[in-house]
């Protein structure tokens, strides 16, 4: 699909796909909006050595500033972080995002390493204390480890109009399943169908307030202790 790169609010670059006319990030601040909605929000950073699921890379950027941070904290940690990517972008476009003026270079050039391998089978990019796998594909025919367990799901596909079949109770159990019970399932989305598929998959959802100029955004997980100082939602009205 075609793909432009666009300067947003806060300098960091997203992408405008023509072909469906929309935005991979927000444009007041594609990072600003990463950095909000999947890494604070999910409270990733108060966990030891964190492991993350995310499903829709895009442009790699939730990956980018969860490294980042990781590699700034006071107290040394590892991050483990697997992604499921249906169309991982090229190396070109990936390149022309300049990620290099906001991110650490080890970090950006082992993306674009990994993305000039990407082929059928999962591909891994390492670091001393980063490791990061993009398992490339559909989540629908994507087998994760059966071991794996994560302290946060950053949900992040293109919204339920344009990619419905990332927004269902199956979805969400197939990601949900691996889910440690002190663990987040964070997204954008907050609509009422979002909402109650997470239900459906048996999480417990909450909302927080959104991004930019987005009223509210959701977070979900397997139980209620596990969402302290968010917004509690009536569980009832998404059965």
């Known amino acids: 699909m075609p793909l432009v790169p666009v300067q947003t609010g806060d300098g960091t670059r997203t992408l ?49 500033t969860t490294a980042a941070a990781v590699l700034r904290a006071p107290t040394p940690m590892t991050l483990d972080y697997h992604v499921v990517e249906l ?9 022309a995002l300049k990620y290099t003026t906001h991110f650490p270079a080890e970090l950006v050039s082992g993306v674009l390493t990994l993305l000039q391998q990407v082929a059928n089978e999962p591909v891994r990019f390492t670091h001393p204390q980063i490791r990061l796998t993009l398992y490339p594909g559909a989540w629908s025919e994507t087998p994760l480890p059966a071991a794996l367990a994560v302290d946060a799901i950053y949900h992040d596909p293109f919204g339920p109009k344009d990619n419905p079949e990332c927004w269902t109770p199956e979805c969400f159990t197939w990601s949900g ?18 909402r109650k598929a997470l239900v459906a998959a048996g999480l417990v959802v909450a909302s927080l307030p959104g991004s930019g100029r987005k009223r509210e955004m959701t977070v979900a997980a397997r139980s209620a202790s596990a969402l302290e100082g968010t917004q509690p939602l009536r569980q009832s009205r998404y059965q």
Do not use: M, W
Not at 29 to 48: D, T
Not at 87 to 95: D, G, M, N, T, Y
């Open 177 to 194: 399943r691996h889910l440690k019970p002190t663990g987040r399932l964070v997204t954008y989305a907050a609509a009422t169908s979002v």
């Open 87 to 95: 169309q991982p972008l090229s190396a070109s476009i990936f390149e």
């Open 16 to 64: 405008f796909c023509t072909e469906r006319q929309l935005h991979f990030r927000s444009l007041q601040g594609a990072g600003s909006e990463s950095s909000y909605v999947f890494l604070e929000s999910s409270q990733l950073l108060s966990q030891p050595d964190p492991v993350v699921l995310e499903l829709g890379l895009g442009t790699a950027l939730n990956f980018l």
